[in-house]
């Protein structure tokens, strides 16, 4: 009777990362944001990046492009009773929710910069349901700004938009050490807000 030669231990732990790169270069499809929910799909090249949670019921999730090293950043967090629901009560936190480069909020910032804000404006993104005649627009909180941080690191530029569902304040972003404009970060804001939409239909 002939047995299989045993693997090498340096051989298991090649195909251990074998078998964990699939988990690591995993696209956008299927996350949750707690409380939100599942998170519009950004495209194959969109992979996952880092989540986390903090107190007061503030979780978020970041993506990285493949291509670009670009992060696309989402964070939710739920309102308690009596806490302003309108949208200029977010204007600081456009500039310190996702000010270290995109990345998730951290105690600890390991590289010094300025957040110089460019833009700060209630608009209103519009969508309409051609299938229920539902008219889903919704204003939400739209800003840009550039972060420079010390010599030796790439200044970064975000735009981003807040938006306010009844109990719970969502923020979206998009990171880039390139001049962007706010076009793809509006279209996943667009998305949310029809995500959200069909979760309150009575019945789902």
Known sequence: MISAAKPKPQRLRFLWWLALLPALAAPLVGHDLVPFGELPDAGKNWIFHQAGRQSGDLAWVVFRNAETGDLLSFAAR??????????????????????????GPSPETKVPFSISPLRTKIVTLSLFNSTTRRDLSRKALEYTWVEEPDHGYATKMAHGYV?????????????SAKPITDEFVQQMAIQLISLRAARDVPGK
């Open 163 to 175: 938006l306010v569902f009844d109990e719970l304040c969502l923020f979206v972003q998009h990171t």
């Open 78 to 103: 739920k309102l308690i009773k009596g806490e302003g629901r309108d949208l200029l009560v977010f204007s600081d936190s456009t500039c310190e929710i996702f000010a270290n480069g995109g990345e």
